[in-house]
């Protein structure tokens, strides 16, 4: 079962999403509280390969409100799990020139937080009006296919 925290609907209109990857992350105690609580932004956060290791960045979890002495900071740039193989993949392929890490969402499985994180490549201004012409066709053609079976269903 897997339950969305937050999704990067940013991300999904502004880049072609070439692969997507399954990661863990690591939190601290205070960074699940509060994600629990709904606290969790990934709107502009992204992801880099550093000394064989993948790292979220700008990732925004709120300061959970009742956490005793000990705090997280909010935008802190947290590790992402994965396989050696995995990263070295990565790895080649943010080389490619325009490629990069971008975090799609934040999810839960089973009691574990993770992360899907795709290779991105920017989208043009023209490929973005391509974009909503097709999904204004679409919604159309579904609306005219209502309206037929309404009538004759």
């Known amino acids: 079962m ?7 609907r940013k991300a999904l209109r502004d880049y072609h999403i070439l692969e997507r ?9 205070t960074e699940v509280k509060s994600i629990r609580a709904g606290f969790a932004n990934i ?11 993948v790292f979220a960045y700008d990732v925004d979890i709120q300061a ?9 900071e909010p935008k802190r740039s947290r590790r992402l799990l994965l396989h050696k193989q995995e990263i070295d993949r990565l790895f080649g392929l ?9 975090i799609l969402r934040l999810y839960w499985k089973d009691a ?23 999904k204004a066709d679409k919604r159309e053609t579904d ?3 209502a309206r037929f079976n309404k009538r004759h269903g």
């Open 2 to 8: 897997t339950a969305d925290i937050s999704v990067n």
């Open 21 to 29: 990857f399954e990661a863990g992350i690591e939190l601290k105690g």
């Open 43 to 53: 709107t502009n956060a992204f992801a880099r390969v550093e000394n064989g290791q």
């Open 64 to 72: 959970y409100a009742r956490a005793s002495f000990s705090q997280h």
């Open 94 to 102: 943010t080389q490619i020139k325009g490629h990069t890490l971008t």
């Open 112 to 134: 574990r937080v993770k992360v899907e994180i795709g290779v991105a490549k920017g989208k043009e201004a023209s490929d973005k009006r391509q974009d909503l012409k097709e």
């Open 143 to 145: 609306r005219e296919v």
